[in-house]
Nanobody, 121 residues
Framework: QVQLVESGGGLVQPGGSLRLSCAAS????????MAWYRQAPGKQRELVAG???????NYADSVKGRFTISRDNAKNTVYLQMNSLKPEDTAVYYC???????????????WGQGTQVAVSS
């Protein structure tokens, strides 16, 4: 079983910055692509940014130039540096990981519990 534990959310003023972290823990698995999603009240969950094991990244148009996704493969951890935050970035942010169980070679997708980001003056 894999667990994803997120941290780093909170309340910040417009124009401010936050850094989210998500660590995958467990045994007998390998982590491949990782991503951050967000869900605002009354809206569907949307992809914010993704990163492959090799470091290739993709971003939602709404966050390009402001957010940066990165990862530490040795720690099975993904980060999301969020700069120039706007009120419309307010949402619950979820970590996502594609994993392969070593014993079965099967792909399993895991989600974190979510961390709240609120951008308000």
């Amino acid at each position: 079983q894999v667990q994803l534990v997120e941290s780093g959310g909170g309340l910040v003023q417009p124009g401010g910055s936050l850094r989210l972290s998500c660590a995958a823990s467990g045994s007998g698995f390998s982590v491949y692509a990782m991503a951050w999603y967000r869900q605002a009240p009354g809206k569907q969950r949307e992809l914010v940014a993704g990163i492959t094991r090799g470091g290739s990244t993709n971003y939602a148009d709404s966050v390009k130039g402001r957010f940066t996704i990165s990862r530490d493969n040795a720690k099975n951890t993904v980060y999301l540096q969020m700069n120039s935050l706007k009120p419309e970035d307010t949402a619950v942010y979820y970590c996502n990981a594609d994993t392969v169980v070593s014993a079965t070679a099967l792909l399993r997708i895991y989600w974190g519990q979510g961390t709240q980001v609120a951008v308000s003056s």
